[in-house]
């Protein structure tokens, strides 16, 4: 089975700290993602990369920033948290490439809390 | 660009009856793919069923069968003899093939059954 691990399921930061959400795959996935979730809003894409140290913006990349320095590990990274940047964040990886026979496989998901 | 939508933010069902969740997607491109997910409360999100936009057979995945309608960019989630461990949130996605391996997903619509 395909794991994608999320280094926390819940998270509390102060305002204006530099917080580092973590997601690691166990099958040699070539794309990563990270997705915000927000009620009514629902998955909102925020960076992915389809290799190693590339990334490309999704549709929200303001104030955050990515890092993959590792095929398996894909970084996800407030520099200055805010309280607006509350939410829950899920990582996400597939194959490269899209057929019918792929899809996306997600992990459990971090609350952040920003008080 | 691409959009999702799902009208509907909450549905009920009484156990064992059937029950359509709505999706309208709008794209100018004339491949891409149409996925449903699920996410139950522990927030594991699962694909529950796919479509290939130029395949004019509906899916099916043994309750769960989709009605794919391309003209009207219409892509319905009919879930039939509804038990219980349904009650989750629903998520449509589309993605372009050409569109940089992202998926572009819906509001979603929480189901709840009922017994």
């Known amino acids: 089975d395909v794991k994608v691990t999320q280094s926390s399921r819940y998270l509390v930061k102060r305002t204006g700290e530099k917080v580092f959400l973590e997601c690691v795959q166990d099958?040699?996935?070539?794309?990563m993602f990270w997705y915000r979730q927000d009620p009514g809003l629902g998955l909102r894409l925020i960076y992915f990369s389809y290799d190693v140290k590339m990334k490309e913006k999704g549709d929200i990349p303001e104030g955050y920033s990515v890092s993959r320095e590792k095929k398996e590990r894909f970084s996800l990274i407030l520099e200055s948290a805010s309280t607006n940047q509350t939410s829950m964040y899920l990582c996400?990886?597939?194959?490269?490439?899209?057929?019918?026979?792929?899809?996306?496989?997600f992990g459990q998901g971090t609350r952040l809390t920003v008080v | 660009a691409q959009t999702v939508t799902q009208s509907q933010p909450e549905m009920s069902v009484q156990e064992a009856e059937t029950v359509t969740l709505s999706c309208t997607y709008d794209t100018s491109e004339s491949d891409y793919y149409l996925f449903w997910y699920k996410q139950p409360p522990s927030r594991q999100m699962i694909l529950v069923i796919r479509?290939?936009?130029?395949?004019?057979q509906n899916a099916t995945e043994n309750r769960f069968s989709v009605n794919f309608q391309k003209a009207a960019k219409s892509f319905s989630l009919k879930i039939s003899d509804s038990q219980l461990g349904d009650a989750a949130m629903y998520f449509c996605a589309s993605l372009l093939t050409g569109g940089g391996n992202k998926l572009t997903f819906g509001t979603g619509t929480q189901l709840k059954v009922e017994l």
């Open positions: 479509q290939e936009a130029y395949k004019q």
């Open positions: 099958m040699d996935h070539e794309n």
């Open positions: 996400a990886s597939s194959l490269g490439g899209w057929s019918m026979n792929t899809e996306a496989f």
